[in-house]
């Protein structure tokens, strides 16, 4: 049912030959998000918020139009719910910062796990550096599966808030949320979710999670770069301090004293992520086309050929063996470097990514420095995956 997909990304017009398999890394854009990001600057393009004239105000409207659809596709209370940030980056060190500033300090623990993409340990770090307080990690299983029971036992009076992924960046696991909230619940220890590798591959419903946070990136989920979502309970609002200052998050300027704005204001310093956000609509609309279970499901089939595949090939070792795994496909193949697999890879037009992707604690875990990764999106097909392994075989070869 998603054969059509693929002449939606102008990518694949101009190179037909190319099977891109780094959807984890960043997802192709269709059309519709490339046009809306054109229009936005073509003819609809002014300064928002601050213009009295229609240009402006109308822009205005659409802008605040998406913080809307965002609430929707994620279930949240409401639109005020909804920070924009520049990416999930820039969203995890807003709350390690806000969140450390007020209500960390020596003898508390911040709770995370293995699976953790950097952008989830090091804003950590830094705050941990100034404040004092420790970070504890989850382990995982020999398979790569969260440790649950770890986590039971790691959680205690001392843990002040618990920030794990929703599915891995490098070996596809997913954590159950509803186990990770039962747990946090239990002594009300708020909790983020770094959702960037599950928002474009399945629902997410923030109000069911309840989350106290919830970070993604536009780009992972066909969008434009430049743009992260903050998902944030409504009292985080009041209780935090601003993040950054500058235009648009105050009330009123002085030397003397300066007063600022309340609710997500608060926390968008300066000129917004202004086209970067309208082309984040369009990618909303497009990914509401489809059912989100049957994505996930279709890519899951492609993940599974293709393990069934490279099972017949010597050598080759998938990474990560968890039940609960998503379309990502981490791999080695014996006495061949990632960086040489990616190479040779790309001269048969198959992009996949190597190298540590940003998880060394992970990679260390798992007894490794690198791998090759293969991960799937919409507008991947079976023969993607068969071209793949030719590819792959012919690697091989060349290195015997
Ligand atoms: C699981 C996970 N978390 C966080 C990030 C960081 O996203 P960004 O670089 O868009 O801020 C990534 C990016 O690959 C990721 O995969």
Redesign the pocket.
Known sequence: MFDKIRSEFPVFEKHPELIFLDT???AQKPKSVIESINNCYSYKYANIHRGIYKLSTNLTDEFENVRSKTSKYINAESADNIVFTK??????NLVASCFSEKFLGKGDEVLLSYL??H??IVPWQIAAEKKGFKIVVINISKEGKLDYDDMINKINSKTKLISI?Q???VIGTTVDMQRVKENAKKLNIPFLI?G??YIAHATVDVSNLDCDFY?Y?G??LYGP?GV?VLYMKSQWFELFNPYQGGGSMIENVDFAKTTFATGYHKFEAGTPPIAQVIGLGASYDFISRFKLKEVFDYEKDLYEYAVEKLKFLNDVKIIGHSNDKGAILSFTIDNIHPNDIGMILDQFNVAIRTGH??AQPLLKKLNLNATARASFGIYNTKDDVDKFIDAIKETKKFFK
Not at 87 to 92: G, L, N, V
């Open positions: 984890a890394a960043s990416s999930a980056t820039e969203a995890i953790e993409h952008a989830n992924t599915m891995s960046n770094d960037c590798q970070v990136s780009h992972k770069s992260g992707h940003c």
